[in-house]
């Protein structure tokens, strides 16, 4: 246990007395990250074989899922299809493309966005001549780069994947450039120095077909989210102009650390900020007991409040993420196939609720630590406001909230060791902008309170009338009451950018 968690525990457990069993949280009227979404990869390992079994998106994403996830993340595969031919399945590709296919078709159909991410380039693009990384005896411990005779053909071949999966009425949202480049594997995998991932996008990134795909260029995923990848990316103004969304893992650390000071450039710069893969196995042997069920929503957490505005998992389907894979070994909640798990739940709590929402600023009188004994993070979406709170020690509390504005009625969506999702009321007599509700023992917990429609309207005009406010555009230039999908943003000093709306 860590100092910070030993001393938050303490200062929880100071609380636990009946007169001053109280924590504090004051939400502001700051406005910060607009929230994309959530959602997971569709790859390989324990999804396979995924081609023909679209369970798993089926349960996860949608409006109508249970889960709510909008985001699927899925492999541009280097390798070659091998003997099956393009009758058995209508590729008109020399590449591995089609096992994300009939998944991505149903997120798209359900109103979701879709991204590719290459593990590697084509071995002949390399200097180790295949596609894996190089780390290993077998392939001469020969590090796998990108060719710099080859940079030329690198957006090209991105070109050819979009070409492919719009032929297959997929849509591609976004490409990335690539999946941890600071990371020597002995899987399919190539290395860029910082530096090179400057030379190819500045160099190079105007061949990706924009125009014709509509698609966004998200930067290299780093293992660690590290700012040493992503910093030189945006201080290079025609980086900057290439770049859409910073991306990064967690791997190795928390994400208070490396990915908050990594999104402060991105955000600067009015970029998006994705956390685009990390597994939280805690324990690859069993199925995850409750209080790592808290910790993973602590780890959704505090990417809010870094700065994140899309979170993907790994698989969608393991022992250790939302669906289960039907091995018995694990756990009797695992030995059907393609069942949800609590971590799919957990997750709801922000995929159904924070997705479209806008997080607003928040105080605590336990304060922000990185897997503290309680986190919180605040959100405003419509007419709605929304607060999270965790609470991972063994003492029930109330929570004293400080709203910026006065609402009318709420609910409290509760999750504890016995219970998923139990929708609780909140009695409110009559508008309030501070009220106490129930934060029980290792809880996660949903606060959605309806905003008082006196205090809303008052709000509306105020924007109306002192605020310039940008208008949206289809990709055919027809302006949108309310943006969906790729669009276009006219900002008030008549800048114009593409932006993509849940």
Known sequence: MTHRIFCSLIALAGLTTASAATITVTVDSTRYQHITGFGAACCDGAMCPFGSDVQPVRLLYGDESEIGLNIMRMEISPNFKGNITAADVGWDTPYDWYGSVPSARIVKQRGGIVFGTP??????????????????????????KLRTDCYEKFFPWLNTFLKYMKSQRVDVDAVSIQNEPDWWVDYSGCLYDPQDLVTLVKNYAH?????????????????GFTSNYTDPLMRDEECRK??????????????????????????????????????????????????????????????????????IYWYMRAHWAFVSTGEAKYGAANKTKNKLLRRAYVMSHFSKHVTGSTRLGTMSSIGVKTNAAFETSAYIKGDSLIVMAIDTTQYAHDLK??????????????????????LLPIDIAEPTKQI????????????????????????????????????????????????HGLVIERT???QTRKLLYP
């Not at 061949?207 to 293992?223: A, F, P, Q």
């Not at 995850?288 to 994140?308: D, I, K, T």
């Not at 909230?401 to 016995?418: F, N």
């Not at 006196?454 to 943006?483: E, K």
Request: hydrophobic residues 30%.
């Open 207 to 223: 061949m990706l077909d924009r125009e014709t795909y509509n698609v966004k260029l998200i930067s290299g995923e780093s293992l």
């Open 436 to 483: 106490v509700v129930s934060l029980p023992a290792r809880s996660l917990n949903t606060y959605i309170f309806k905003l008082d429609k006196g205090a809303l309207a008052i709000r509306d005009q105020r924007s109306t009338f002192n605020v310039q406010r940008s208008t949206y555009y289809d990709l055919h230039g027809r302006r949108l009451d309310h943006p």
């Open 242 to 311: 290439q770049i859409d969304i910073v991306a990064g893992h967690l791997y190795g650390h928390a994400p208070l650390e490396y990915m908050k000071q990594s999104a402060i450039l991105p955000a600067k710069y009015g970029k998006e900020v994705w956390m685009t893969e990390h597994s939280v196995t805690d324990n690859v042997d069993r199925l995850p007991n409750w209080h790592e069920q808290l910790l993973f929503a602590e780890e959704l957490n505090e990417c809010m409040l870094s700065g994140c505005t899309g979170y």
């Open 401 to 422: 909230l400080k709203l910026p504005y006065a609402v009318e009625s709420g609910v409290h969506l509760l999750s504890t060791e016995q219970q998923d999702r139990e």
């Open 492 to 494: 008030p000093d008549g």
């Open 119 to 144: 593990w590697s380039p084509p071995g002949d693009y390399k200097t180790n001549g295949t596609a894996q990384g190089g780390n290993s005896d077998s392939q001469g411990r020969k590090r796998g």
